[in-house]
């Protein structure tokens, strides 16, 4: 098993136990109105091309940032924007993904939440020169509000990204994919 995949698995196996211990401490953070997250952590990022082969698996820095509204203190709304960046030997990587968001809260008290969106995905490579684009961005996660004061809370989060693109001429199906853990600071 890679190193990434250890850290990465390492790492929702804390925000499980997380969740499971805080369950019985439910209520403590209140949703109500705007929401505003940002936050920092690891991801485990692939990228693979038609005609390009496929790369290994790479560990980097990954990090979010999200606003919008609360619907009920079930369901909030926003749009959120989730990145990768990896620089080595001159190669500079970096994955994005902007999507409108839905976080759903199984128990109006509770703080385990799952998160889903849709939106827009996009790559750049740069090594003297530049190769991007961007196509359809799917977000897919699910958190924990630790809550920390009256709205705000610090928020361990697990999440996949998914794009899927061609290049300009069409010829060309791109995808890229990160698994990404960390955690947010979050103000309801």
């Known amino acids: 098993m890679s190193r990434s995949w250890r850290i990465l698995s390492s790492a929702l196996m804390l925000l499980a136990l997380t969740a499971s211990a805080a369950t019985a401490q ?11 997250n940002i936050g920092f952590g690891y991801g485990s990022a692939d ?9 290994d698996r790479e560990g980097s820095v990954a990090g979010n ?20 960046y990896k620089d080595e030997s001159g190669v500079k990587s970096t994955f994005g993904n902007l999507a409108a968001v839905a976080y759903f809260y199984p128990s109006a008290k509770g703080n385990l939440f799952l ?13 003297g020169g530049s190769v991007d684009d961007t196509g359809l961005g799917l977000l897919a996660g699910i958190g924990f509000d630790l809550p920390i004061g009256k709205s705000l809370s610090i928020t361990p989060t697990a999440a996949f990204n998914f794009g899927m693109m061609g290049d300009k001429s069409g ?18």
């Open 171 to 188: 010829a060309q199906g791109v995808n890229i994919n990160w698994f990404s853990v960390g955690a947010s600071l979050t103000v309801h």
């Open 65 to 84: 940032i999200g606003a919008g509204g609360t619907l009920s203190p079930q369901l909030l709304l926003g749009v959120e924007s989730n990145g990768w």
């Open 26 to 36: 439910e209520g403590a953070a209140r949703r109500q109105g705007f929401w505003f």
């Open 47 to 55: 990228f693979n091309c038609d005609n390009c082969g496929t790369t």
């Open 115 to 127: 998160k889903g969106g849709l939106g827009l995905a996009a790559y750049k490579f740069e090594n």
